[in-house]
């Protein structure tokens, strides 16, 4: 799986072995409305080319300019933009904006090799930089970990910090799964369903056979989890919605309308399920988008999911659906799984 990241990084080893000098440059702290998060990856390249980002473009041409004009950085160095309020608007960070950034020359490519390479089987790992030694040290994470900076030592992490797992291997679920690769999700797709599971061929992906339930029993599902089930079959969805309301996912939905919704809730009370349990399941899935084709509808889901994930209340909803989780509790998930 590529994000964007991941892109950069590949990029920059690419450069790098062309022969030409390449710089990585990392958001380590942002103040203020600063457009790029902590992480944010760039890469530039000795003649002024770059991928990747770190602000809305004026920092990035600024970086381009100090390089072409001879700058060129030997050691890990901090930069801050947005010290004051007229180069916080200079350089488009809004309401006095400050970006603290890391530049560091690459020197080799080994450590990008192994991130890519524990990346592409699904793992998340974590840098650490030392600024003082310029020393590189790859390790395996664990979700829940964030981007960390002492002022000595930089820790990024890459790969699938979420996990989506999608129960049907239909249509909707090719283009689901698809936009949450993009999303920077692990996806793994489940159906035992021989005339679906024979045609899955969605690249980047993971495929299971087994009985959802099952599955999600092996995978342990943790907060930085969430499960889907659109099979429209209760003999899978069911048994599957049963055993993930019951795990600290963050998010759980399963398709149908609202009447099949609260059908299948008064099934899932015949359970040993609370009400609580119960009133997690997101149904009618996603946001109200006014969708009707499979990729509509996939967005919609894509855009709940992010919704929950950052703690934004689900106001876009259709009218009469039911609402598992209000303001309050949608920003207690959001500090429990950050």
């Known amino acids: 799986m590529d994000s964007l990241d991941l892109q950069v990084l590949s990029q920059a080893r690419d450069w790098f072995k062309e022969g030409h000098r390449v710089w990585l440059v990392t958001v380590i702290e942002t103040w203020g409305s600063a457009p790029r998060p902590p992480g944010a990856l760039l890469c530039l390249r000795s003649d002024g080319l770059v991928v990747g980002s770190v602000s809305g473009g004026c920092v990035e041409d600024d970086l381009i300019e100090r390089v072409r004009t001879g700058e060129r950085v030997s050691n890990p160095s901090l930069i801050t933009y947005g010290v004051s309020k007229e180069e916080a608007a200079r350089f488009g960070l809004p309401c006095g904006g400050n970006l603290r950034l890391v530049q560091e020359p690459l020197q080799c490519v080994k450590w990008i090799d192994e991130i890519l390479s524990l990346t592409s089987r699904h793992q998340l790992v974590a840098r650490t930089l ?114 993930a309301l019951r795990s600290p996912a963050f998010y759980v939905g399963a398709l149908g309308s609202r009447n099949n919704t609260a059908v299948r809730k008064e099934r899932l009370a015949m359970f040993d399920l609370s009400k609580t349990e119960i009133d997690r399941l997101h149904g009618p899935i996603g946001l109200d988008l006014g ?48």
Request: hydrophobic fraction near 45%.
């Open 291 to 338: 969708g009707r084709t499979p990729a509509e509808i996939a967005v919609s889901i894509a855009a709940e999911i992010v919704a929950v994930k950052n703690g934004v209340p689900l106001i876009q909803k259709k009218e009469g659906s039911m609402l598992p989780l209000s303001s309050e509790i949608a920003r207690n998930t959001f500090l429990d799984v950050h």
């Open 130 to 243: 030392d600024l003082n030694t310029g020393e590189i040290v790859i390790e395996t994470a664990a979700r829940g970990e964030q981007f960390e900076f002492n002022g000595i030592r930089l820790r990024a992490l890459f790969g699938p910090r979420w996990r989506l797992l999608i129960v049907g291997a239909g249509q909707l679920s090719r283009v689901l799964a698809q936009m949450a690769l993009s999303l920077d999700f692990e996806v793994i797709c489940c159906d035992p369903r021989e005339e679906y599971h024979l045609t899955w061929d969605v690249k980047g992906t993971a495929f299971s056979k087994e009985m959802p339930d099952d599955l999600v029993l092996r995978l342990e599902l943790d907060p930085h989890s969430a499960v889907v089930a659109l099979t429209h079959d209760p003999k899978l969805d069911d048994m599957v919605l049963l055993e």
